[in-house]
């Protein structure tokens, strides 16, 4: 299971001494615990899935992100580093993201001919993706085929 990782996997940092991944994950397993224990109350030790942990781990990233960009704009090159690193150490438990024409050819068949509510395609459009893709990605690429259609 993917905690069982995270959990071994920190236990490794602790021994190389890699601070940098040690802290990381100890943060994402802190927050992990949390939404288990906000969602499931005293069982969330033994309640926990795969899927809640990927939720967790996504939510990371998106912070993680948006750091990445706000600390670039403003000149703070060496705190975007930090949270590159930091990025890329929690997008090691994500599985693989399709690329942009993967994306295109699930959403080709999703936009109905006439359809022109976004909020309702954007739905559909997360539903073919099934989490394998930034919800951004995919709706700038649905932006995309909307405009060219």
């Known amino acids: 299971m993917l905690l069982d990782d995270i959990k071994t996997t920190i236990t490794s940092a602790l021994k190389a001494g890699d601070h940098r991944k040690l802290d990381t994950l100890r943060f994402l397993l802190a927050a992990i615990r949390n939404s288990a224990i906000a969602k499931y109350g005293a069982q969330a030790e033994t309640n926990v899935t795969e899927q809640d942990v990927l939720e967790v781990i996504k939510k990371q990233t998106k912070t993680h992100r948006e750091s990445v960009e706000a600390f670039t704009k403003a000149g703070r090159s060496e705190l975007a580093a930090k949270e590159s690193e930091e990025l890329a150490i929690l997008e090691a438990y994500l599985p693989k993201?399709?690329?942009?024409?993967?994306?295109?050819?699930?959403?080709?068949?999703?936009?109905?001919?006439?359809?022109?509510?976004?909020?309702?395609?954007?739905?559909?459009?997360?539903?073919?993706?099934?989490?394998?893709?930034?919800g951004g990605r995919v709706a700038a690429i649905l932006k995309q085929l909307l405009s060219a259609s």
Do not use: R
């Open 97 to 134: 993201q399709l690329t942009d024409d993967e994306i295109k050819a699930l959403l080709t068949p999703v936009i109905p001919s006439g359809e022109s509510n976004f909020g309702k395609l954007m739905g559909l459009a997360m539903a073919a993706v099934k989490g394998q893709a930034d």
